[in-house]
């Protein structure tokens, strides 16, 4: 037992949960100065430099109520010619204007129960065809939803059990302010007195039913209505019994009292900032460094430097278009103010939706099944909210704020980089091991830190690559896109019953794998790339054929095929070892192995991406083989779906200590997902892949991360576009992987960027960022005089010929008799 604050502050700064009798005990503590510094380094343990706020539109059901709080003015008596509650047309145009205005939160606002006092009321919700106030919500909240794919947040008082879960289902999150556990204030002479509502208990009873049915909730106090400091702390003790119960309170609010003229408390004195401090403080202290803790920024303008240095982190729902309908008076900040006063404070403003990241990222958990899919689109790896438009694969331009932070990174703004994320930095670039968490966080960094990360890969890639960057020309050869495999990212393979699907299911013939090959030779080209689905009726002996046919009629011609699951699998037909698998393929001509088939190195994702493909300790037992047998390989990783930083943190780390070990690896190649033709995507399981800052940071961590051991990154032009590519060169890349000639499996997910970048294309866009253009080989090496040339002098490619499956076109005819 702590009773000395200083010992309690200690221990709390390690871990340890305060008893609620030491948590009383802070009601005599005024010392304001290691109060505040505590409730802040706590922040700092969970939410580091970041404080988020929601964009949201506000919108005022109705505001009548049964409840008479003597501090008041939202709420009205009903008044002759004018509607109760808004009508469907008008919560319409208030949610459009909204989500015009780029928010993604439509809080619904209302009194409670105002049916029960008024009649008037119970005939007006008649008419609109519902018994409740609540019913009426929850047709409104879905209709939003549908209409505009804002998230509905709803605050509608006391509810029962079935109205909490009626609500569940058209609402990402709920909530109620407890305001105050203090029996006393509903007494006689009391704030809340002749408010049935606001009874401690019934309130308390709302939030432990939304616990029970797994609603994300709001909470949180009103402070300065005349309740004593030990009374606020009996509030939040008592809200923090039923987080510890049920884990559902996402956050809790500290609001301030204001005074407003023609109410009863319209001359009580407000809390002064002292108290609100205080109060936040107080907070963050009981509720440990994981909570969300809240003040609304328009209660208390000019403060925000205070109020962050009290340990909140978060803002709560700011509004670009519509007023504080509960405080009128207080207008909202503009969001760049906010953002200019949050970095004073050292921090970094962030958008999150109106259902917090903890509870996005286990949405599964948290939200009715037909609400995961807006949430889960809405988000981005963080779960906090995706702010633009841009995606993998998709002809969108890239943000400005991110192409400006990664060209003009600022020189001066070291005090917004966290100490944690500079060591992180220095050690990598020193080459040294990072851990798991370290890298998670580099994967996390937003705003300055973003830049900064980006300014270090980019740095690092200058002293390992100088300013060459090099590409190679190859043909890209898919010679099968009938799989057996349920990979759910895939929008290329054919299985059983797709071929309606994503065109004609196709198995190509030797002789056409080799007259692209060929053709390919004929313009220039080094390297074929050779992979394809993994078709029920190949075995390893149709790889070997595949490897030796082009090595016949092209001695010369480096072949890059098989990733580590056609190995696998022919190695298994065969019956032989995934080694003398590897052998006999060498033998046939094999020169590399392209790394695909990794996706994420991490079996909690794996499961449910791609369950019946290789394991992580599969996948790289076949690279080590490769490379124990003389094969050097590529790495790749492709992120963006329902993965998060920690699991590309593991990837890399388990590639990097692969690597350690053989020194097989050639290049790492990022691979973004993109969704727009994914099973997963359309299921409603998968995120629109990567935001850009993710994808940027894919290339620019990687590069810290895998030095000195791997020194090619790759950025990958068909899922990056040319801006993209641009950027990600100024972010630690220095390779654009191959011309490719061919590119079919980005274009079947539905990416827009063509099916080849010729060399004079490559060239170009190299020297555009004033760097040095080099074609090389698959081994980084400079290619001949006499195959840049022949590259630079291709003829236009011929038509491809897709061999139809034999299997398909039997089964094709069968059914055409059937019907004649």
Request: charged fraction near 20%; charge should be neutral; aromatic fraction near 6%.
């Amino acid at each position: 037992m702590h009773h000395e604050p200083a010992a309690m502050f200690a221990a709390v700064l390690q871990g340890y949960d305060l008893t609620d009798e030491e948590a009383l005990s802070l009601a005599a503590f005024s010392d304001l100065a290691p109060l505040l510094a505590t409730a802040a380094q706590l922040r700092d343990q969970a939410h580091q430099q970041r404080i988020s706020y929601s964009r949201k539109v506000f919108i005022p059901l109705t505001q009548l109520c049964r409840d008479v709080c003597h501090y008041c003015t939202f709420t009205q008596p009903p008044k002759r010619g004018q509607r109760a509650y808004l009508t469907k047309d008008e919560v319409l145009a208030i949610a459009r204007a909204g989500a015009e205005a780029g928010c993604k939160e439509a809080l619904f606002t209302l009194g409670d129960k105002p049916e029960l006092r008024y009649k008037v009321v119970a005939q007006e919700l008649a008419e609109l065809g519902h018994p409740t106030t609540i019913s009426y919500l929850t047709e409104m909240a879905e209709l939003v939803l549908k209409e505009t794919g804002l998230l509905p947040h709803a605050n509608p008082g006391v509810m029962t059990r079935e109205e909490i879960a009626a609500l569940r289902k058209v609402t990402v999150s709920q909530g109620i302010m407890l305001e105050s556990a203090s029996e006393r204030l509903s007494e006689r002479g009391g704030p809340h007195y002749g408010s049935p509502d606001k009874h401690p208990a019934v309130r308390l009873e709302t939030i432990r039913l939304a616990g029970e049915l797994q609603v994300p909730f709001t909470s949180g106090i009103l402070i300065g209505i005349g309740e004593t400091r030990r009374e606020r702390i009996e509030s939040l003790l008592a809200l923090r019994a039923l987080h510890q119960q049920y884990g559902h309170i996402q956050e809790i609010i500290i609001q301030n009292f204001r005074a407003k003229p023609d109410t009863r408390m319209a001359n009580a004195p407000e809390p002064d900032l002292d108290e609100l401090l205080w109060s936040l403080a107080v907070a963050r202290v009981i509720f440990g460094p994981q909570m969300n803790i809240q003040a609304p920024p328009n209660l208390s303008p000019g403060t925000y430097g205070q109020l962050i240095g009290a340990g909140l982190n978060d803002w709560g729902g700011v509004s670009p278009v519509t007023p504080d309908h509960v405080n009128p008076e207080a207008r909202w900040p503009h969001l760049n103010e906010l953002a200019e006063q949050t970095a004073r404070a050292g921090k970094i403003l962030l958008e999150r939706l109106a259902v917090y990241p903890a509870y996005v990222l286990a949405a599964q958990q948290w939200q009715d099944p037909q609400l995961v899919t807006p949430v889960l689109h809405a988000s981005d790896s963080d779960g906090l909210a995706r702010i633009d438009e841009w995606s993998p694969g998709a002809s969108v331009p890239v943000p400005a704020f991110e192409r400006d932070l990664i060209l003009n990174a600022p020189q001066d703004k070291k005090s917004q980089i966290s100490p944690e994320v500079q060591y992180s930095i220095t050690r990598a670039l020193a080459g040294e091991d990072l851990s798991e968490a370290e890298v998670t966080r580099l994967f996390q960094v937003r705003g300055e830190e973003f830049a900064a990360v980006c300014a270090a890969a980019d740095g690092l890639r200058r002293r390992v690559n100088g300013d060459v960057v090099s590409y190679v020309v190859n043909r890209n050869i898919n010679y099968t896109n009938i799989c057996y495999f349920k990979c759910q990212f895939c929008a290329f393979s054919k299985g059983k019953l797709s071929e309606n699907l994503r065109g004609t299911p196709y198995d190509l013939g030797i002789d056409e794998v080799v007259r692209r090959a060929q053709e390919a030779w004929a313009r220039g080209a080094t390297e074929v790339c050779m992979q394809g689905g993994i078709h029920p009726e190949y075995t390893g002996a149709t790889y070997l054929q595949l490897a030796r046919a082009v090595k016949g009629a092209l001695p010369n011609m480096h072949i890059h095929a098989f990733s580590p699951l056609e190995v696998w699998q022919g190695a298994h037909t065969l019956g032989i070892s995934v080694h003398d698998f590897l052998v006999q393929l060498r033998e046939a001509g094999l020169s590399t192995l392209p790394g695909t088939a990794a996706e994420i190195l991490d079996d909690e994702v794996r499961a449910t991406l791609c369950p019946d493909k290789l394991n992580t300790e599969q996948w790289l037992s076949v690279i080590e083989e490769a490379h124990r047998v003389g094969l050097r390989t590529t790495a790749t990783i492709m992120y963006g779906h329902i993965d998060q930083p920690k699991h590309w943190a593991r990837h890399l780390l388990r590639i990097r200590e692969l690597q350690k070990r053989t020194g097989g690896f050639n290049e790492f190649v990022p691979l973004p997902f993109v969704h727009m033709e994914a099973p997963i995507y359309w299921k409603g399981r998968a995120r629109k892949g990567p935001t850009f800052r993710e994808a940027v940071l894919m290339h620019a961590v990687a590069r810290l991360v895998l030095h000195p051991h791997i020194t090619n990154i790759q950025v990958s032009w068909v899922k990056m576009g040319q801006d993209g590519i641009k950027l990600c060169l100024q972010a630690g890349a220095n390779d654009l992987g191959g011309t490719l000639m061919n590119e079919s499996i980005t274009r079947a997910a539905g990416g827009e960027f063509g099916q080849e970048l010729p060399p004079e294309q490559m060239e170009s866009l190299i020297s555009s960022i004033k760097r040095v253009p080099l074609q090389r080989t698959t081994s980084y090496r400079q290619v001949s005089e006499e195959r840049r040339q022949a590259s630079f002098e291709a003829a236009e490619l011929q038509p491809i010929v897709l061999t139809p499956s034999k299997r398909y076109v039997r089964r094709r005819t069968a059914a055409k008799e059937a019907t004649l």
